[in-house]
Nanobody, 124 residues
C-alpha cells in the first residue's frame, strides 16, 4: 500500500519562505506526476502546482506561479514545493498527491494517492 507523506509545514511570518517535501512509502512515484493542493480554512481544496514524471512539465495556479517552485529529485523519490514571499492567504493545509499518469495535472481526479496534509500558517 502506498502512503504519501508530507512534511515541512509550520507557522511563519508573511514575506518569508518555507519548503514542503513529499515522499512515499511502500512504492516510489518515479514514473508518476505529482501535485500539490491546498485547502484554506472554510474553503474547498484547490490546485497549487504539479510536476510531470521527469520534471519536464510544471504547472502552477496563477496566484502562486511567481512565488512557488515545484521540483523533484527522482533519485531521492522526493517532490518539493518551495514557497517564497508567503502571504496570509497562503494559509492552508497542503496536500501532496500522486497521479495516475506520468503527466502533470491540475485536476484532482487525476490523482490516486493522497497524503494527510501538512498545515502552513502565515502570520501577518
Amino acid at each position: 500500500q502506498v502512503r504519501v507523506i508530507e512534511s515541512g509545514g509550520g507557522l511563519v511570518q508573511a514575506g518569508t519562505s518555507l519548503t514542503l517535501s513529499c515522499k512515499t512509502s511502500g512504492n516510489t512515484f518515479s514514473n508518476n506526476g505529482v501535485g500539490w493542493f491546498r485547502q484554506p480554512p472554510g474553503k474547498e481544496r484547490e490546485f497549487v502546482a504539479s510536476i510531470s514524471w521527469n520534471g519536464g512539465d510544471k504547472i502552477y495556479e496563477d496566484s502562486v506561479k511567481d512565488r512557488f517552485t515545484i521540483s523533484r529529485d527522482r533519485s531521492m523519490h522526493t517532490v518539493s514545493l518551495q514557497m517564497s514571499s508567503l502571504m496570509p492567504e497562503d494559509t492552508a493545509v497542503y496536500y501532496c498527491a500522486v497521479a495516475l499518469r506520468a503527466s502533470s495535472s491540475r485536476v484532482n481526479t487525476a490523482y490516486r494517492y493522497w497524503g494527510q496534509g501538512t498545515q502552513v500558517t502565515v502570520a501577518s
